[in-house]
């Protein structure tokens, strides 16, 4: 139950805005069976009307609705109150549109039909987020502002002093002083220069970051936010990234509403899954019955040997991640390995020297780009 | 296209499809199977498609991609129809001489051909290997694209389904399962249609059936050859079991290693359910039914039926006590009935030309035939399906050719490592569930890895104990600590330091395991051990008392050594040597730094047959500055 402070500032906790009657009623039912206290809308223009007057903590958003469609709703909610955690429900079909409105600020996805379980704890970790959930946006709009500014500043201050040196020769100043001054001006700007490649590298850190947990997005949206869905979601992270980093580890926990431990014990359960970065080729050794009886051993000291790595290893460049795996299923062929995603039957140093260098190749030509 | 609204249209689809691929009797197959692709079956399929373009015959041939046909140790396969000219081991370099010598003139390729006695074998039914086979399932993978579902409609797809749906009632195609006295090909042996009964009379509406194609047992491949070559039929069976069942949905759930399985898995689900074959209304009966994919992840128990359905449920494989069967609370707690590929696979074939038919084949208590995984030391490796009760010796020998390098036959494996060693002596046992437990063994999935004098017991016992301990899943002490300890003994004896008692206390540990573990995985885990301490105790007491390997395989128990005398200084060894332990002149013999050595063979392998200078000795050497070999070398 919500405490008798918070029921000064609001009174009501959730408004649901779908034309669905029966989404509503069943939300109603969900919601007040919990304490809740709810109203309802059935189109985005009434939506909006309601959310200015009752300024609930969550507002739960249909997507698709005729008129003004949930997005326009969303959109506008930052103007009615800033501190409204928006929610919004989607239909099988539009997960996709479901993951650009997390763009704009959504904090959460609801898609139809949705449990009971799901919509109590999706709306109950809004709740708990009221006030303090600011979408990216709007927090970074003055901040792109300030920056701006000082980007100008600064560049009209180098100019200004290039003027004054052109002023200072024309007028005939000495040389070496001329020089001096523009020394000094050349390492304020190389100093400007470096500033601005660790803040790009930051950028470029934080941009990545970002990107990773679109993509988990993306993937949860083609799960169906099914919890049962963790394995092929976590198969589906590690295809996409070689391995499991954590921050997109939790960025599923929160998604699918599972906790963090839930998702490390499947993940170091399952022969799959790598918790440490892996390399850019992956060589796997067979080392199955048939590959075990037709020498895969002494295959598996050449490799390491040509590779200075053991079997679990990646080595310090990032290059090459040297696996054990049981049976590829070419039993015939064997002893195998296989490179990336090619197999090679029995291959002889030449032709695994050939192949790692191959790959080595690719790595610096692409460090080199 | 349109959704097949009725049986009739079926059948007008299966004729046209028959029509369209009457009227091109020319055509290309080249096995698309993993097994092919490894030996590079991608690059011949472009240059038979170049040929056929540079000689304008794109309108009268036409290149097919299938699946597996199971002779993968000469792959990849080509053959030509209509004449089946079955040619082996072909490169991109032979696709201008095939198009020009086949196609065109019609004539067969001898240099490419299967030879017996020197003479060329004109057909692929007529090559050994094949011979000796009763290919039921395995056969349409030779003759269809798994990733085109008019192939396998040409071939009479889905008739057994649409028989099922409309002129059999859901207790007749259990009936008949019984009949025909299916048996689960995932190892178990359990009777399927009682599987399906109990199933179906378990209270509850919603029920499951899962098509169990986590195939963990290394060196076994019968699973992913069936769902890569003809997905379909596995389709056809599932949906048949759900109908017979009371099921309406269906998981596939298949091992992530198979990237290639996935994928045409997946994409025989999307034509079947464009076809109108999955989903609401099938065909018009008014049964609806849809199948979902699952990956797995990489655990070998995920295999075992209730680490499975944990596994679906987004859990950690772990199995449970079982004193309620998954038949009655499987998936979600609902009755769910699961089986092997290959047993699904096998439905089709029994609706079709009935049970009494499927009974014929093989003995009276293991009927129908099986697809073994024959590899190993054996000349002619691949899948071969032979009739239940085959005679190992046949199969072995007849079937695979025999062992290659006038080898001896050491031992034969088959169960994955769940199962036992057969000795020589036992060659003559015949193949089916009973005859393989009596003899100390068992079924298993179907693998059959062959061994010859070259294989050490000891290690092969260790080999599967290693793979087991590392793939229980924890939850039960016995099984866990149980194999981790046989493990270490076992460590400790290929190391040349075992110790008088290991082999009666292994004996007691493996008797622990096998009473006290929660599942099958820990139940069958000492079987290996087991078998070889009955069959080759004596090879256990070489490495004990003697600290010897016989068969010179163990690594810490045998050094390379060069023959000073025999070398003549070709530097090919030290050339090919990963750490470069190997010292010399050019044009002087060699020496091999004992240090640095890390046994990988490599000089052994290329060191030419006329010197045969590298050997393996045994015992450990002796080191460089030992005072011996100062003498020695003066």
Known sequence: MPSQQTLAQTEVDVVVVDDEETIREGCRMALEGEGLRIETAANGALGLELLARVRPRVALLDLRMPGVAGIDVLKRLPEIDPRIVPIVITGYASVESAVDSMKLGAFEFLTKPFETTQLLDTVHRGIHHWGTYAPAQSALAPRRAKQAQILKSQEDALLKSLEAAEEYAELGGTPTALADELRTLEMQADYHTRQLGVVQKKGKALHDFVADLHAVDAIVARHLSKRSALIQ??????????????????????????????????ATFYEAFSLIPQGRHQVQICTGTACHVRRAPELLV???????IKPGQTDSDLNFTFKQVHCLGCCALAPVVKVDSAYYGNPSMKELKEIFARCTKDAQAEGEN | MPRLENPKALVALQVKAREQRAALPQRISVCGGTGCVAAKASGCIEALNAAIARHDLSSKVEVQVTGCHGLCERGPIVVIAPQQYCYLGVAAADANEIIEQSIIEGRPLDRLMYQVEKKPVTSQDKIPFFRGQQRLLLEANTRIDPRNIEDYLAIGGYTALEHALFEMRPEEIIASVKESGLRGRGGGGFPTGRKWETTRNAPGDTKYVIVNADEGDPGAYMDR?????????????????????????GYIYVRQEYPLAVENTLLAIGQAREQGLLGKDILGSGFSFDVEVHRGAGAFVSGESSALIAAIEGHVGQPREKYVHTSVSGLWDRPTNLNNVETWANIPHIINKGAKWFASIGTKTSSGTKVFSLVGKVRNSGLVEVPMGTSLRTIVYDIGGGIPGDKRLKAIQTGGPSGGFLPESMLDVSVDFDEL??????????????????????????????????????????????????????NRIVAGEGREGDLELMDELCDTVAVSSL????????NPVRSALTHFRSEFEAHIREKRCPSLACVSLFHYEIDGKRCNGCSLCQKNCPPNAIHGEHKKPKTIDQESCIKC????????????AVSKVAGRAEPEDSPLLRQKTG
Not at chain 2, 460 to 471: K, Q, S, T
């Open chain 1, 233 to 266: 979601i976590l198969l589906d992270i590690q295809s996409q990234k070689n391995w499991l980093p954590s921050h997109m580890l939790m960025w599923t926990s929160r998604r699918l509403g599972v906790p963090m431990g839930r998702i490390l014990e499947v």
């Open chain 2, 601 to 612: 063979g490599a000089c052994e392998t290329v060191c030419p047959p006329k010197l045969n």
């Open chain 2, 519 to 526: 599942c099958a995985l820990g139940k069958s885990a000492p």
């Open chain 2, 437 to 490: 437990v009596k003899a100390g063994s068992m079924m298993g999935s179907g693998g059959m890895i062959v061994m010859d004098e070259d294989n050490c017991m000891v290690d092969a016992a260790r080999f599967y104990v290693d793979f087991l301990a590392h793939e229980s899943c924890g939850k039960c002490l016995p099984c866990r600590e149980g194999l981790r300890q046989l493990l270490h003994i076992l």
């Open chain 2, 225 to 249: 050859s069936l769902l890569e070559g003809n997905p379909h039929s596995i389709l056809e069976g599932l949906i048949i079991g759900g109908y017979a069942i009371g099921a309406n949905v």
């Open chain 1, 302 to 308: 050449t490799i390491s040997s040509l590779l200075g």
